[in-house]
């Protein structure tokens, strides 16, 4: 009986030791709890798990809790005293107390209390750190603004470290260039004196190291007054053809656009056809077609565009298209009987003798080289040099008549 009495008092000691952690050392062999590994820092991510270790050796019969930084009691033991169900122990070893954090937040962040309710307390201090991941909290949005204009784009940013911003154009209207860095680093960027050619999609990119980065595109769209221009001022087409007249109108936005002539706009009819072509972002082609020309088709036509800003417009003139036709021309010319022949080319000073009497030499005179027409000559000196001027192509006899009717005038 005493040694079934000895057997049990066995069993309940290795009992109570296995349960309760009771010492089989004397009271004087006892060792007391302890941290055996140093406090770290923890640093987490926003939305994933923090884990903050407490490792205690000989915690015997003492109890382990957990303290946030406002001093809240969140674990005693094992057991959860609040009801944030993110909030655990977890013991991978005997000795391991770790608080488990789970989608852990920004606010979580400060510093946590693991305590072994000795007398008096024992306490580790873990820090936690929350980073956040950058995140674009307020921008600026789309900008629509009128050349000559400046444009102020900026993003709000927020993370844990505060991200820095950088400010990227797109260019997505020259697809030869890539993405460009523009501006200095900072939440906002401002663009003076914006012209066309600045019309692209703006990023806003925050990044603190952390992933994901966060980005925010911004449109700058830019408008301005039409501007029409003509390859050419003036075309010549004969009737009955069909020509093309063509203006380019570059305008932002483009709101109206016309073909006129004498004051009256031009639509699509048997007569006209109007065509519009988009030739890049801003310009397009405004083309007129003028079929069968007649009389009543050649005259000045106006190119016109007009939008809220301004208007603007260009002339052409459209004229008749004759073809000059050169006289053909023959080898021999019937002349009238009445022409007279021009009598050739003489020398001011050139004399001429008659039948060999050089004492009676005659001065000849070209007669398109008197003040008088030759069609009106009548006086003495014209009738001379007319008979002179026809002495080499009459008859001896006819030149001797005019001699003699000469002499007898002197």
């Known amino acids: 009986m005493g040694h079934f009495v000895h057997g049990l008092e066995f069993l309940l000691c290795l009992f109570l030791f296995l349960h309760k952690g009771i010492s089989v050392y004397s009271q004087g062999e006892i ?4 941290f055996n590994v140093p406090a770290v820092n923890v640093t987490a991510v926003s939305g994933h798990t923090a884990i903050l270790p407490c490792t205690i050796q000989h915690v015997g019969d003492r109890k382990v809790a957990w303290m946030d930084p406002k001093l809240k009691l969140l674990t005693v033991s094992d057991q959860r005293i609040i009801v944030d169900q993110r909030i655990s122990i977890e013991r991978p070893f005997t000795r391991d107390w770790n608080l488990h954090i789970r989608q852990v937040r920004r606010n979580d962040s400060g510093e946590y209390l693991c305590q072994i309710n000795t007398q008096p307390v024992k306490s580790t201090k873990i820090l936690l750190i929350v980073n956040e991941p950058p995140i674009i909290l307020d921008h600026a949005g789309d900008q629509t603004v009128r050349e000559g204009e400046t444009v102020e784009l900026w993003c709000r940013v927020g993370g844990e470290p505060l991200p820095s911003v950088t400010w990227y154009r797109k260019n997505k209207n020259d697809h030869g260039k890539a993405t460009e860095v523009i501006g200095a680093a900072g939440d906002g960027l401002k663009i003076h004196n914006i012209s066309r ?3 692209d999609d703006y990023e806003c990119v925050a990044d603190n190291g952390i992933e994901p980065i966060a980005t925010q595109m911004m449109t700058v769209t830019v408008q ?12 010549s087409q004969a009737k009955g053809k069909e020509t093309i007249l063509d203006c380019t109108i570059t305008a932002n936005p483009h709101a109206y656009s016309v073909w006129k002539f004498r004051g009256q706009e031009l639509a699509n009819n048997a007569k006209h056809g109007i065509s519009i072509y988009n ?8 083309s007129l077609r003028v079929g069968n020309l007649n009389d009543e088709d050649f005259g000045k036509y106006k190119c016109y565009a007009e939008n809220i800003y301004g208007s603007d417009e260009e002339s052409f003139l459209l004229y008749e298209f004759i073809e000059r036709r050169h006289p053909q021309t023959t080898s021999t010319t019937e002349r009238s009987p009445l022409e007279v022949d021009r009598p050739p ?9 008659v039948n060999n009497n050089r ?6 005179t070209p007669y ?25 192509r009459m008859t001896p006899l006819v030149t001797l008549l ?8 002197r």
């Not at 030739?279 to 405004?286: A, Q, S």
């Not at 080319?345 to 003798?353: A, L, T």
């Open 197 to 199: 050619y600045c019309e």
């Open 368 to 392: 398109w080289n008197m003040n008088t027409p030759y069609n009106r000559l009548g006086n003495a000196d014209a009738a001379r040099g007319l008979s002179v001027a026809t002495a080499n």
């Open 345 to 353: 080319k003489h020398r001011q000073d050139e004399v001429i003798y």
């Open 224 to 235: 301005f007054a039409p501007e029409v221009r003509l390859l050419s001022q003036k075309l």
């Open 31 to 34: 060792q007391a709890p302890n």
């Open 402 to 409: 005019s001699l003699t009717v000469f002499n007898a005038l």
């Open 279 to 286: 030739d890049d972002l801003y310009t397009k082609t405004l």
């Open 359 to 364: 004492k009676n030499p005659v001065y000849s």
